[in-house]
């Protein structure tokens, strides 16, 4: 079994690795070998020997390998639905946002220092 990763402490390469180690498993488990599981996913061999190391590999892979073992409707777990939040559409009276604007930096604010 592969080793927990806290992913609240973990890079973007040790989040891949540990992706990486889990397709493996998840394609393990299935008896699935890595010709079949790249033929299904309409990938290369290669492709997906670089994707269970945790090497750079596309978003689209991840996706196309996720459809051929039949879970990606686990990619809805990944980002959590926006319109989920009934307290804010209450105090909004069901006005959606449109776009985002962060608060701006009044310049008079930042302390002056020489050399600017």
Excluded: C, Y
């Excluded at 290369?44 to 409707?73: H, M, N, P, W, Y």
């Excluded at 926006?82 to 959606?96: D, K, Q």
Aim: hydrophobic share 35%; proline share 4%.
């Amino acid at each position: 079994m592969a080793d927990v990763i806290d992913l609240s402490l973990a890079t973007s390469e040790q989040i891949e690795k540990a992706l990486g180690d889990r397709i493996e498993q998840v394609r393990l488990s299935r008896n699935i070998t890595q010709q079949m599981l790249a033929d299904e996913a309409s990938i290369s061999l290669r492709t997906i020997r670089r994707l269970e190391k945790g090497e750079g590999t596309s978003l689209d892979t991840f996706i196309r390998v996720l459809i051929a073992f039949g879970i990606q409707e686990n990619l809805k777990n990944i980002l959590p639905d926006p319109n989920a939040r009934p307290m804010e559409r209450v105090s909004n009276l069901g006005s959606e946002r449109k776009r985002a604007r962060p608060t701006e930096t009044n310049e008079s604010d930042i302390p002056w220092s020489w050399g600017d």
